[in-house]
């Protein structure tokens, strides 16, 4: 039943035209929807039982961010801890499901924790409560215990794919440009966070201005372009060790906008010489490199297909900038914007479905959304200065940067769902752009 209401909710406001095949009491359901209004959810997820006096100042810590992330998927509403009726406080008792109905919960999340050799344990169950049943038997995660954040977002990816029938994307990381100071002395610095702003580092200093980091398929190494030789030069650092080194370096030329290829030893990037910039692809262990555009225009900001078969990217050999498609190894492209202003920064879906790109008409910006034949678009927000989308592990969250009009000029990150609602900010110390997801952690 949690399975059925969920897929109506995750379809509506969808304008793609998609088929949502749901369970429902009774029978199979297929059911077709273009447009509504989301109802999110109501769920219950209690203070985890503490199961060692050591644990016991967990369990409503894993519970507070179990919720956090699945009210922030705007899916999921959270009844509060003060309507409950029956109060958890054995992991193994039955539940008293009437009680639960009672409050409207649909669906209820209970867990245990406990330290167990120096590690932390954290179990759970997911129920229907209208159905009476368990959603699948228990999952335990174990881990230091100063990661447990990263397992209460392993369980909320759990829950969420359980309900959803899609792959979480809580348990991952953003790397990122953090920016501080006034908008004419801007400091600049790599740093990475959780995905929801937590637990940031800083990678880099600010001695020299960085843009355009970029994960690696296995979201172990960082892409990016650094001026501190006075030009742009891509480097690639180990995110792990922090340690990096220069991969690209032609004298008299500048590279930019790199990107990884899905099976990580290619690099995609944009090198300027001569007055001209084209998109090279470089082979990152035998240092062979190749140039896979060759036009009197700018291209720029390629990003391979999940699949690596093709690349997208932008260019203005129309006269305007637009969007194109051509094979990975290079050749003919085709368009795929058509729409009015100009189109940058586009981002492949890692469903293969969509692209997001950067969209400026008529004194606006806009982070939006096409299929990859340029069909259905939709653009997902507008303000003074949206830009540089990226996409979360399950393709279907974005995250971008937003600055304001103004002499500060202050960027900030967001979050939006790809049908255009739930527009969030992410809560960082310090402005944030170009923002990049990386895959769910290992």
């Known amino acids: 039943m949690i399975r059925a209401l969920l897929m109506l909710v995750l379809a509506s406001g969808v304008s793609f035209g998609l088929s949502v095949a749901a369970m429902a009491q009774g029978g199979p359901l297929r059911i077709e929807i273009t447009e509504g209004v989301i109802e999110p959810l109501p769920f219950a997820v209690p203070d985890f039982v503490p199961e060692s006096s050591a644990a016991a100042q967990y369990g409503a810590q894993l519970a ?44 209820l999340v209970t867990g245990a924790v406990s330290l167990q050799g120096g590690q932390l344990v954290v179990k759970f169950r997911l129920y229907d409560v209208f159905s009476g049943a368990e959603l699948g038997s228990g999952l335990q995660f174990a881990g230091p215990a100063d990661g447990w954040r990263r397992m209460a977002h392993k369980v909320a990816d759990a829950v969420y794919s359980r309900i959803t029938g899609e792959g979480g994307y809580f348990d991952s990381r953003v790397v990122f440009v953090s920016e501080s100071g006034p908008k004419d002395n801007r400091r600049k610095r790599l740093a990475i966070m959780d995905y929801d702003g937590a637990n940031v580092q800083y990678l880099t200093d600010a001695g020299s201005i960085v843009l355009a980091p970029r994960f690696s398929p296995t979201g172990d190494r960082v892409l990016y372009t650094s001026y501190e030789t006075g030009r742009p030069r891509i480097y690639v650092l180990d995110v792990g060790r922090v340690q990096r080194r220069a991969l690209q370096d032609q004298p008299g030329t500048m590279s930019f906008a790199p ?93 293969g479905d969509l692209i997001a790109f950067t969209k400026q008409h008529a004194g606006r910006f806009h982070i939006g959304v096409m299929r990859v034949d340029g069909s259905e678009e939709r653009l997902l927000t507008a303000s003074f200065l949206d830009e540089g989308p990226t996409w979360a592990p399950n393709g279907r969250v974005i995250m971008f940067s937003r600055e304001t009009r103004g002499a500060d000029g202050a960027s900030s990150l967001f979050t939006v769902d790809i049908t255009g609602r739930n527009l969030r900010p992410v809560r960082i110390p310090e402005g944030g752009s170009d923002p990049a997801w990386s895959p769910l952690l290992p």
């Open 64 to 107: 507070r961010v179990i919720a956090d992330d699945l009210v922030g998927t705007g899916l999921f509403r959270e009844i509060p801890a003060t309507a409950f009726i029956s109060r958890v406080s054995d992991f193994n008792a039955p539940v008293q499901y009437a009680d639960w109905k009672a409050i409207n919960a649909q669906a």
């Open 259 to 351: 990107r990884f290829a899905p099976n990580g030893r290619v690099v995609v990037y944009s090198l300027e010489q001569g007055g001209n910039t084209d998109i090279w692809a470089l082979d990152i262990e035998s240092g062979a490199s190749q140039r896979l555009t060759d036009a009197p225009s700018i291209e720029t900001a390629p990003s391979f297909s999940p699949d690596g078969s093709q690349i997208v990217f932008e260019s203005d050999r129309s006269g305007t900038q637009q969007l194109y498609i051509m094979p990975a190894s290079g050749g003919e492209a085709r368009r795929i914007s058509f729409g009015q202003g100009r189109y940058g920064t586009p981002v492949w879906s890692p469903r």
